[in-house]
């Protein structure tokens, strides 16, 4: 049973950082590509960063230069570094991984940026 489970949200002013983390279970977690995800209210869940299985990582425009997302293939987890957050990453944030056309989805944890 494939389960991603987020953590590390919270309330951080704006110009502060969080660190994000997806711990996954119940598959080869190396063979596979890693996404995180947001969605604010009344908005669309949006794609903010990719990285491969080899390591390759791609990034929304809206925070390039800003995040970073990583992996621990030892420990089965993502992270998702974000620095010079603003009031408009306020959102839930998700990891998702595709597996053999099945999307699994965590629970996703909230990020609010906020003075």
């Known amino acids: 049973q494939v389960q991603l489970v987020e953590s590390g949200g919270g309330l951080v002013q704006p110009g502060g950082s969080l660190s994000l983390s997806c711990v996954a279970s119940?598959?080869?977690?190396?063979?596979?590509?890693i996404n995180w995800y947001r969605q604010a209210p009344g908005k669309q869940r949006e794609s903010v960063a990719t990285?491969?299985?080899?390591?390759?990582?791609n990034y929304a425009d809206f925070v390039k230069g800003r995040f970073t997302i990583s992996r621990d293939n030892a420990k089965n987890t993502v992270y998702l570094q974000m620095n010079s957050l603003k009031p408009e990453d306020t959102a839930v944030y998700y990891c998702?991984?595709?597996?053999?056309?099945?999307?699994?989805w965590g629970q996703g944890t909230q990020v609010t940026v906020s003075s």
């Open positions: 990285i491969t299985s080899g390591g390759d990582t």
């Open positions: 119940g598959i080869i977690f190396r063979l596979f590509d």
């Open positions: 998702n991984t595709n597996i053999h056309l099945m999307y699994y």
